[in-house]
T-cell receptor, first 116, second 116 residues
């Protein structure tokens, strides 16, 4: 069964600090991995998409890494800001629609709180 | 350049009533997906539609739930005879190509349904 596990479930850090969120998956065959940011009361917004051959991808202060061998990904946030407070969702796409007709398996997200 | 538009943002229904949730995809997008999100849970796929076609509804309960995406107008997710367990946030997403596997899904801000 395709699964995506995220850790930690929640995280509180001080403004200006860095943090790293983890994503482990068992989705197969793998197509790509995405990180989304979901602000409270809003829909998810795409941060990065990485395919099998990509190890690192950055989007401003967000840097995602992918290790397709160990089936792990991380999202590193540098110099956190109050606006980074949100849920961060890891989504893995399977070839052949292994996770619903959209082929996507969603993690439950990491709830990040940035404190001033 | 409007994004995915969902309305209403909040909907309150009594048990037994009908709920209609609307979604207008991004301009140029012909593929629509509906997801349900419960608190502390990941997004769950419900149904995937193209104009005038239901491609896959494997994630949607067989009874009381239906979806359509007519040639003209928004996609509609309809829940008949709502029960308290239907209370959730319902998100619509759109993409310009099939399956969404290689392109980011664009999400609306959701409709929060509360059944009293």
């Amino acid at each position: 069964k395709n699964q995506v596990e995220q850790s930690p479930q929640s995280l509180i850090i001080l403004e200006g600090k860095n943090c790293t969120l983890q994503c482990n998956y068992t989705v197969s065959p793998f197509s790509n991995l995405r990180w989304y940011k979901q602000d409270t009361g809003r829909g998810p917004v795409s941060l990065t998409i990485m395919t099998f051959s990509e190890n690192t991808k950055s989007n401003g202060r967000y840097t995602a890494t992918l290790d397709a061998d160990t089936k792990q990904s991380s999202l590193h946030i540098t110099a956190s800001q109050l606006s980074d407070s949100a849920s961060y969702i890891c989504v893995v796409s399977a070839l052949g629609f292994g996770g619903g007709a959209d082929g996507l398996t969603f993690g439950k997200g990491t709830h990040l709180i940035i404190q001033p | 350049n409007a994004g995915v538009m969902q309305n209403p943002r909040h909907l309150v229904r009594r048990r037994g009533q009908e709920a209609r949730l609307r979604c207008s995809p991004m301009k140029g997008h012909s593929h629509v997906y509906w997801y349900r999100q419960l608190p502390e849970e990941g997004l769950k796929f419900m149904v995937y539609l193209q104009k005038e076609n239901i491609i896959d509804e494997s994630g949607m309960p067989k009874e009381r739930f239906s979806a359509e995406f007519p040639k003209e107008g928004p996609s509609i997710l309809r829940i008949q005879q709502v029960v308290r367990g239907d209370s959730a946030a319902y998100f619509c997403a759109s993409s310009p190509v099939q399956g969404g596997r290689d392109s980011p899904l664009h999400f609306g801000n959701g409709t929060r349904l509360t059944v009293t």
